[in-house]
Structures are given as C-alpha cells and as structure tokens.
C-alpha cells in the first residue's frame, strides 16, 4: 500500500528528469508527389513518481506543416495539454509532415520543434523534412556522409543538391561537380575535401555552378553565414573550381594546412565570384592557390587571407569591400602573413605571393595587410604588379610595381560600387591600364585570361585592372 502511494504521487521537483528517444526527427524521403510521412520518438519517465506532462506542442503552432499525436490523442492547434506518465512508464510522439515537395517555393529544408514542457523544464526535439525534390545528403540521410565512399562521384544539374550537416569526400576520391548544378548547404554544414574536388561550371552564366544556404526567399539573398563553406583539408590535393559563384557562407574556401612542393596548386581558381561571406573570402593556411578572373566581395574580415607562408598567385581579380547591412567592413581587403602563433612559439613559414592586374579597393584607408614576422630577412615576398589599390603603405614600397595607389575616384571607379555591380565606369582609370597577353602560371597549372569573367574577349593590347574588361 505505501508502495502504491508513493507511484502515485505527482512530483512537481524540476530535478525530476525525463528521458527522450531522440534529440532530431528526420523524415528522410524524397516525395515526388504530394504526400505526407509519420515518425516519432518516445519519453521515458524513469523517476519514482509521476510527472505530468503539462505540454507538448510545435513551435510553430497551427501553421506549421507538421503536426502531433501523443499516445492516440490527436492535438488541438498542434498542442496536447496535461498528460501524466507513471514511473517507468512512457508517451509515445508521433509527428506527421505533409508537403509538396514538387511547391518551389517551399524551403529546401524544413524544420519545426516539438516542444515538451513539464516542472518548468522544456525540451526541443528538431523535426527535418525536404521541402522539394532533390538529392540529400549528409549524416541520417540514407546518402550517408561519405561522398564517393566507393569511387569517384559526379554530380549533375538534375536536381538541386542539398547537403545537411555537410559532408566529406575521402582521401583518394574526386567529387566533380557538372555545369549548372546547384548545391545547397544547410546552416552550418561545410563540404569537407581530403581528396579532390573537381568544379566544372560553364561558360554561360546559366551553367555556372552555384554554392548557397537552403533559404531561398528573396530576403535572403546577400544573408552571410548561412553556411559553413568549403574546407580542403590537409590531404587534398589538385582542387579546381572554374565558372562558380560561392556565396551567403562563413568562410568561401579554406585551403589548410597544405604542403608547397606540390606539381599543381592546392586550389585553382577560375571565372569565380565568392561574396556576401561573415568571414574571410579565401582563407589559406601555407596554401598554394592559383586564381584568375576571380571577383570576391562584401567579406566580414578579409576577401584574401593568407597565413603562414604559402604560394599564390592572382591575375585579373577584383577584391572590393564596404560596410552593408550585414557586414561592418573594418579588416583589410588582403592580408598575407608568413607566420602562426603557436602556446611555444611562432612558426614562421616562406611566403610568395603575385598579384597582377588586380584591383584592391574598398571603404577604408587601408585595405592591404602585408605581416612580415621576420621584417625583411628574405623568407617574404610579395609583388603587386599593375594592379589598384587603396592603401597607405607607401608607394615606393618594392611590393608595388606600375601600380595606381589611392587613385582620386570618386564614382568612377565601377559602374555601381553601391549595387555591386564592379564592371568598370566608362572614366574608370583601370582601363587599357594593365599587362596584357600574360597567363597565370602555377606549377603545371595555366589560367588563360585572354577574356574576362564574363566570357567578353580581351583583345587588343592593352587589358583592362580588375575582372571585367571595359564594354562599351
């Protein structure tokens, strides 16, 4: 009888904990036709009295497209109100999302939380459902983690592909990417490469590949940090991204860590434009990168950033940074440093850097960080050789050779510097201002830079600064 009494009981002590099957519901299907799907997950009640549940609810309440059942009671308004559990005893939560995947204006990817609340305690579950058809991938999708776990993988522009909680192609595999595909990474995912990545857009802008979020409302176009970016790690070797634009990450492309004997650059870079990130643009740690016709703007710290040491080389780029809604541009534009800061000490790395043709401008006095730990003993060199740039290093400086520094500008600099549309201004001094008839040379690696970013021919004498060569 006591035994019975003490079940019983109702304990309101917020110590009292409940346990939970899982933490994620993810409703792993690709539908091709309106449908809807069921899945659920179980609360334990492992103390010795009961506990009532006060409420279980989805955050986003009637509207949302998902809905719940508790132990058979069908929710008013997607809340289910004062239910108890006896002690080792459990509530089963079955939760139901109904779409049309084929809706394109439906998220990629969408999410709601079922919300349990009892003794003044709330815990989230995540529910995950594709909102369109696509390809999944990532971790709980029947895709797996791993791309090109048994060979080389190709993926094409049939469907939109969406990574959710990023992804890794291994050592000794190449993951190429066909003309006008689009990849989606959800929130903070990161496609992770220790093999090869082989990005293969086309000319015409329409066969670009594109790397974004998962938000594809308007209100989300030029939104930083919605995902993580593009990370080749140490064993990567012979990455190319040609005719892409990467946009709305954290980081565009981490090279980290990577050796500088290599035949071929670590990263080549062609016709690319990386914008809109939170934080740097290209981040290269001891990296050898070879780009050409490459536009990077709007970066929340820096559109180039290169520590400890490294090769690069750069032709025909435009780097160009302003404070916007989302971004409060203070960092320079381009850093290059030869050194790491360690707990023991400082690892100081060789550092070659070229930039040639390339137009360095922003909102501040100094866009141009050049962070020599050793000052002058050999192991650093840089060259800017006909390039623009804003700076307030000085001009007789053996970095800069025929360069424009702090040109007086004013709107003549870029057709629309404010809707970031960085075409040159019929007045722009980057006209007929370059080398010309030059390739990008890297190892093995040629960048041919006989027309522009976009596909317009350079052809007479005299090229323009920058990525666009002046129409007309």
């Not at 309440?61 to 998902?66: L, V």
């Not at 740097?280 to 970066?299: F, M, P, R």
């Not at 500008?409 to 980057?430: G, I, K, Q, W």
Request: hydrophobic fraction near 35%; proline fraction near 4%; charge should be negative.
């Amino acid at each position: 009888m006591l035994l019975s009494c003490r079940k019983d009981t109702i304990t309101t002590d917020p110590g009292a904990w409940l346990q939970f099957s899982t933490d994620t519901l993810m409703f792993d299907t690709v539908f091709t036709t309106v449908g809807s799907t069921t899945n659920g997950f179980l609360i334990y009640n492992n103390n010795d009295a009961k506990i009532r549940v006060s409420s279980i609810n989805i955050a986003g309440g009637s509207n949302s497209p998902y809905r719940i059942n508790v132990d058979g009671i069908v929710a008013t308004n997607n809340v289910v109100e004062d239910i108890e559990i006896w002690p080792g005893d459990s509530l089963y939560v079955f939760v139901e999302v109904t779409l049309d995947p084929n809706n394109t204006n439906l998220p990629l990817v969408i999410e709601d939380t079922v919300q349990v609340n009892w003794n003044g305690n709330t815990e989230n579950i995540m529910a995950v459902a594709w909102g369109q058809d696509a390809y999944f991938l990532g971790p709980n999708t029947t895709n797996g983690y791993l791309v090109g776990e048994t060979g080389d993988t190709t993926w094409t522009s049939e469907k939109p592909i969406v990574i959710y909680d990023g992804i890794i192609v291994p050592p000794n595999r190449t993951l190429t990417i066909s003309p006008g595909t689009q990849v989606h990474i959800h929130n903070d995912g990161i496609l992770y490469v220790q093999g090869t990545l082989n990005v293969q857009g086309g000319v015409d802008s329409s066969d670009w590949v594109i790397f974004q979020g998962t938000r594809l409302e308007s209100w989300y176009d030029e939104v930083p940090g919605q995902w993580g970016g593009i990370h080749l790690l140490a064993a990567s070797t012979n990455n190319t991204i040609n005719n892409a634009i990467i946009k709305n990450a954290i980081v565009g492309v981490r090279v980290d860590s990577l050796p500088v004997n290599l035949p071929n650059p670590n990263l080549s870079l062609y016709n690319v434009t990386i914008k809109n990130m939170y934080d740097a643009g290209i981040l290269g740690i001891t990296s050898v990168i070879a780009g050409a016709n490459c536009v990077i703007h709007d970066c929340g710290r820096y559109n180039i950033q290169l520590e400890y040491g490294g090769i690069s080389v750069f032709g025909n780029s435009t780097f160009y940074n302003s404070s916007t809604r989302y971004i409060d541009h203070k960092n320079p534009i381009i850093r290059i440093a030869n050194y790491l800061p360690t707990e023991e000490n400082i690892l100081v790395s060789s550092t070659d850097v070229q930039l040639y043709n390339c137009l360095i401008y922003g909102s501040e006095d100094e866009e141009i960080q050049l962070d020599d730990y050793l000052e002058g003993t050999g192991d650093y060199n840089v060259l800017f050789d006909h390039c623009i740039l804003k700076t307030e290093i000085s001009a007789d400086t053996s970095a800069f050779q025929n360069c424009l520094v702090n040109p007086n500008l004013s709107d003549t600099l870029f057709v629309n510097a404010y809707e970031r549309d960085l075409r040159l201004h019929e007045l722009s001094p980057a006209i007929n201002a370059g080398l010309s008839n030059y390739l990008i040379t890297l190892g093995s690696t040629n960048l041919d830079l006989s027309s522009d970013r976009n596909s317009v021919l350079r052809n007479d004498d005299n090229w323009d600064i920058g990525a666009y060569e002046y129409v007309e």
